[in-house]
């Protein structure tokens, strides 16, 4: 039982001796070692910073066009589906497909006999009207009728002129004609055939000139404006661009996307373009000739505004440190952005490695310089 007891208290002795001896020996050595590893080695207090390394370029000048992108569809100047306003039989079509009408030609003829008849008929009634009016004019003058029967005579040609402008009405409508200068398209009915009021006959554009509709973010509307030019590139014809001028701005802004309605207009005397084509719109707001550029992912933002990491001359000429300065940013492209405010052509920015810059003045090390912005 007393064996059991010992050990432990051997143990527990050991265990204090070797922590007793450890703490003589450091404070042993401590004692021992030389003053110059004191703090007056340190100087200040503090080690030199070491450079940080970074990637930058410097500030280029070129010409930046200040636009915006955006697709839209091409259609007529003037389009339209030619329909019947009467039923009726087509019995005759004065027009092919695919040709060039003009304004206020004939193009179908309904059956009109009935119509023409009528017509004939009124005639006949406005004759007879206008005889006996003035037979009364006459006898009126000798006093023969009284001025009642001449009042009802002029009452009866009024009615018989309304009733021949009716008939003649009547019959036009079985006549469809051109409202205007264009190319008919392909017809969907033929002679013989019996069309209800409303029947699509043929449609019907006018394409030397063409507009192309498009939209662009509210935030252009004050900027786009009628006469502006207008590129327009369509996938129908690769590798060509047309020009066109804004014709009108839409008032109303959409609620559901935000956007604007732009309507340009491109001279078509070839007849290349046709209306629903797909267009690639690039409208123009104005041309920078030197637009000071840098690479976008030489912009740090922070809070609402932007900054970029400047490399200035040292103390001793022979290296270079960091500066924070607030820039003003205009025209951004893919890879660029202009700097309106804040820096000069020339000027070095930092592109890699902001985040290791904490405060301005630190010592900076360039790993690549003068790369190109990317483009």
């Known amino acids: 039982m007393a064996s059991k007891i010992l050990y432990p208290v051997i143990a527990a002795v050991g265990i204090a001796a070797a922590s007793g001896a450890a703490w003589w020996f450091q404070n042993r050595s401590t004692a021992n070692a030389p003053a110059s590893a004191g703090p007056v080695a340190r100087g200040n207090g503090a080690e030199p910073s070491r450079p940080v390394t970074v990637e930058a370029v410097r500030v280029q000048v070129m010409k930046l066009t200040d636009d915006a992108q955006s697709v839209g569809s091409l259609r007529s100047r003037q389009s339209v589906m030619l329909r019947p306003e009467v039923s009726g039989r087509v019995v005759r079509l004065n027009f092919k497909d695919g040709?060039?009408?003009?304004?206020g030609q004939l193009l179908v003829q309904f059956d009109d006999q009935l119509q023409q008849a009528q017509v004939k008929q009124s005639q006949a009634e406005l004759s007879i009207a206008r005889a006996n009016h003035k037979r009364n004019e006459e006898l009126l003058a000798q006093n023969f009728v009284s001025q009642r029967s001449l009042d009802e005579s002029a009452a009866n040609l009024e009615v018989a002129q309304a009733k021949l402008a009716l008939a003649q009405a009547t019959a036009e409508r079985l006549r469809i004609i051109a409202p205007f200068d264009g190319i008919a398209g392909i017809r969907n009915v033929n002679v013989g055939d019996y069309l209800k009021d409303g029947t699509d006959i043929v449609n019907l554009e006018d394409i030397d000139t063409v507009?192309?509709?498009?939209?662009?973010?509210?935030?252009?509307?004050?900027?786009?404006?009628?006469?502006q030019r207008v590129t327009v590139e369509l996938d129908a014809l690769p590798g060509r661009s047309f020009e066109a001028r804004v014709q009108a701005v839409d008032p109303l802004i959409d609620a559901n996307?935000?956007?604007?309605?732009?309507?340009?207009s491109i001279p078509n005397q070839k007849l290349q373009l046709r209306p629903g084509m797909f267009a690639r719109v690039s409208t123009l707001f104005g041309v920078r000739e030197r637009a000071r550029v840098v690479p976008e992912e030489a912009i740090v933002p922070q809070?609402?505004?932007?900054?970029?990491?400047?490399?200035v001359p040292g103390p001793d000429n022979d290296t270079l440190v960091s500066r924070r300065v607030e820039v003003k940013v205009g025209i951004r492209r893919p890879g660029q952005v202009e700097i309106v405010e804040g820096l000069q052509e020339g000027d070095t920015v930092v592109t890699a490695g902001q985040q290791r810059l904490q405060r301005d003045g630190s010592p900076v090390k360039v790993l690549e310089l003068n790369r190109p912005a990317a483009g």
């Open 99 to 103: 040709e060039r009408v003009r304004k």
């Open 211 to 227: 507009y192309v509709d498009y939209r662009l973010p509210e935030r252009y509307q004050t900027q786009v404006k009628a006469g």
């Open 257 to 264: 996307g935000r956007s604007i309605g732009v309507r340009a």
């Open 303 to 311: 809070g609402g505004r932007q900054f970029v990491i400047k490399l």
